[in-house]
């Protein structure tokens, strides 16, 4: 028997990586039962709706990182195929993501279900006891530099304006491996002070957990 969900919060859906006609199966669902429907990523998001693949796997994308970072629902398309189908709201959890695609890579990383589960813990989030400085520029392929600012400090760390000398918690100086591989920080030496790749927060975030640090 498939559960119905009973919710006295007005849902707020947003979209990623749908087609158009998708999109206006959003608006279909969200006008017969009740549902605000915004462009950007707000905090006042309550699910993601997002094209995934036959595991349940979704493009990476910004809007994908912003709802794990912050513990919102992130369920497949066919969520709303069903809700319409059903005309009423649907348990969300056999339709939420398990995973993300990136390039020709696909990760069941568990992130979406482990960062909603935990939404009302605020030091659960990967970065809580994290500092970070980011280091030179980021170009594309590489996300801008004030898009990374916000999903670190979405997920709790606290980002700095200069670079660290020393640290009194873990301390990251993030450098964009992406669009310049040459680039490297200088080696500090202090305690605590560590460096990393952007890939490596993308991947923190992905997972909902503090990786290892990468070996350089």
């Known amino acids: 028997t498939e559960s119905v969900v ?3 919060k007005r849902k707020v859906l947003v979209t990623t990586g749908l087609k158009e006609y ?3 199966k959003v608006h279909e669902v969200a006008d017969i039962l009740g549902a605000d429907i915004v462009d950007t990523f707000t905090a006042d998001v309550s699910h993601l709706i997002t094209t995934c693949d036959q595991l349940r796997c979704c493009p990476r994308t910004a809007k994908f990182l912003k709802a794990v970072a912050t513990g919102k629902w992130i369920v497949g398309y066919n969520w709303i195929l069903r809700c319409l189908n059903k005309l009423q709201w649907v348990d969300e959890t056999p339709f939420e993501v398990m995973g993300f695609v990136s390039g020709d890579s696909t990760t069941l990383s568990d992130g979406p279900r482990k960062s909603r589960e935990n939404a009302h813990l605020k030091d659960s989030r990967p970065f809580s006891r994290c500092k970070f ?10 996300a801008p530099k004030e898009e990374l600012v916000s999903l670190v400090e979405l997920a709790g760390g606290q980002v700095l304006t200069h670079y660290p000398q020393r640290a009194d918690c873990m301390t990251l100086i993030v450098f964009d491996s992406m669009s310049n591989p040459n680039c490297h920080p200088k080696h500090v030496g202090a305690c605590l002070i ?3 790749p952007v890939f490596w927060v993308l991947d923190c975030l992905s997972f909902f957990k503090l990786l290892d640090l990468p070996y350089e």
């Open 6 to 8: 009973i919710s006295i």
């Open 22 to 24: 998708q999109k206006l």
């Open 133 to 142: 400085f980011f280091f030179g520029k980021f170009l594309p392929p590489c």
């Open 194 to 196: 560590g460096t990393v």
